[in-house]
């Protein structure tokens, strides 16, 4: 009798431990860095990157919920991560028709972040980009990565931390610049150890090093402050698309790639994603929205995802291309070299939808795109019009054939321009374009009226006329020489009227007016 009892008792507690499918709890700080639980399934049968996992997260206390899918990892090993969006006690679930990835169950305690500056997911204040956690605006003035490396391959950063520090200190420390733009991955979503990005029919299942490097990638720069922009594809007629998949636009290879994409790079911070350039050859406006719809119904944080239209290239008319970005994350547009003007059009096209300028503007020696490239004094000046225009995104390089690694030879500009509106905070969420407070051509003007505060920018100039009956009262400004390393003028207080402010010789002047 005694030993049948010992026996039920020992089987009792073998079946309470198969059946236990409570993980370990796990801490972690608000918005980064990112939590990771493995699990091992050896069981399992038919392609591992087809087996669905979905995991839900919610907060305890709010109800919000996260949902996500697991990522085979190799070796029988599946993984799911999470960044917590708000502090206190989560807990998850499982479920899945694999029953070794099924009801598995935990809790997540999110606390606050050591780092006061820290920030969480790309978010948007109306037609402004900004961010999760600081809930500040931002302009994203990015540079062309593979001119920084001297290559497009994720090679070229993989297992590459230092590398990546480097180039953090020297373009967004430096220079100035708040992020890196990606080139078309394309086939090394595949393939890791091909020679070029062509994406072939062979080409069916996610290479982890290819992940490995962008994730790198975007944790190190989203901590130092900044964003990762990257492109999904690049052009078919170099066969960078999906219709070079077997399964095509939207098969299986195709959904794969986008399910892989949305689990492992989904819960991680600082990234949003085009899907590539040279659209209108190989892709519609329908199909694209489609796209998007799909990456987000497997996404559970939230991620700017688009992709530009064939223009405009000129002119400041951006009706047509905006029918195509109607269903997109952000307002996307081909525009060479543009103005100030078309900056505005390009904001005033769809309202409350942030924009980037998605065409990469590049200075490079190249006759047959003279008309089209810039130099270092445009980009300058790009930076503040985009800018004051309301805050229109940039892709910014400097071809490494005429400077090794992509440096600018007057990086105080862009740095400049950083300083003034990141440092000092004067790019506000309530800022609107007031260019009717001064009779000067060619003036813009920014207006907080929450913060009682304006910046006002003019080229070419030693005066210019401002009337500032609306700040109320006295206000102090400064002015600053765009074309020098940061220096603030400080010319006391101005009154509360209609006026003529003096420069100290004729430049490109940046002033800020009130209290920021």
Request: hydrophobic share 35%; net charge neutral.
């Amino acid at each position: 009798m005694k030993a049948n009892s010992l026996l039920v008792i020992m089987l009792l507690i073998s079946f309470s431990c198969v059946t236990d499918n409570n993980l370990p709890e796990k801490t972690g700080t608000i918005w980064y860095p990112y939590i990771e639980w493995e699990v091992v399934n050896s069981t399992f049968s038919g392609n591992p990157f087809d087996i669905v996992a979905n995991v839900h997260f919610q907060h305890k206390k709010s109800k919000i919920s996260h949902f996500t899918q697991m990522f085979y990892c190799g070796d029988s090993v599946w993984r799911f991560r999470f960044t917590g969006t708000e502090i206190g006690m989560w807990d998850f679930i499982t479920e899945s028709v694999d029953p070794d990835l099924d009801g598995l169950k935990g809790d997540v305690l999110i606390t606050e972040n050591s780092n006061q500056e820290a920030h969480g997911f790309l978010t948007n204040f109306d037609s402004k980009w900004g961010w999760e956690g600081t809930e500040k605006p931002f302009v994203p003035q990015l540079v062309m990565l593979d001119y920084i490396m001297e290559s497009k391959s994720p090679k070229a950063y993989y297992k590459s931390p230092e590398l990546i520090e480097n180039k953090l200190d020297l373009f967004i420390n430096k220079h100035g610049f708040n992020g890196f733009h990606v080139p078309a991955i394309a086939g090394w979503w595949f393939n890791f150890d091909s020679p070029d990005n062509q994406v072939k029919p062979t080409m069916q299942h996610p290479d982890f090093r290819t992940f490995e490097a962008l994730e790198l990638l975007i944790t190190k720069v989203h901590q130092a402050g900044g964003m990762v922009h990257i492109w999904l594809w690049g052009d078919d007629q170099r066969s960078q698309t999906p219709l070079r998949l077997k399964g095509k636009k939207g098969g299986v290879e195709d959904r794969r790639l986008q399910r892989y994409i949305a689990s492992r790079l989904g819960p991680v911070p600082g990234w949003s994603l085009g899907y590539g350039f040279d659209l209108d050859e190989w892709v519609t406006a329908y199909q694209l929205s489609t796209w998007r719809d799909s990456m987000h119904s497997y996404m559970g944080w939230h991620h700017f995802v688009g992709g530009r239209p064939e223009g405009p290239n000129r002119g400041v008319d951006h009706t047509k291309d905006a029918k195509w970005n109607k269903r997109l994350d952000y307002s996307s547009y081909e525009h060479h070299r543009p103005t100030y003007k078309v900056y505005v059009n390009s904001i005033e096209a769809i309202p409350g939808k942030p924009v980037l300028s998605e065409d990469r503007f590049r200075i490079r020696n190249e006759k047959r795109y003279k008309g089209k490239d810039y130099t270092e004094e445009l980009v300058r000046r790009g930076v503040y019009q985009s800018t004051m225009a309301g805050g229109v995104g940039n892709i910014w390089g400097l071809s490494p054939q005429l400077e090794p690694g992509g440096v600018f030879l007057n990086k105080k500009w862009i740095k400049t321009w950083s300083v003034f509106f990141d440092k000092k905070n004067r790019f506000l969420k309530d800022m609107k374009r007031a260019n009717n407070l001064s009779t000067d051509d060619n003036t813009y003007i920014i207006l907080s009226e929450g913060a009682n505060s304006l910046v006002l920018y003019r080229e070419d100039a030693n005066t210019v006329q401002i009337d500032l009956s609306s700040l109320q009262k006295k206000q102090p400004a400064i002015m600053v020489d765009t074309k020098r390393e940061y220096y603030e003028i400080n010319f006391g207080d101005l009154t509360a009227k209609s006026q003529i402010i003096k420069f100290p010789y004729l430049s490109d002047w940046i002033v800020a007016i009130g209290e920021f």
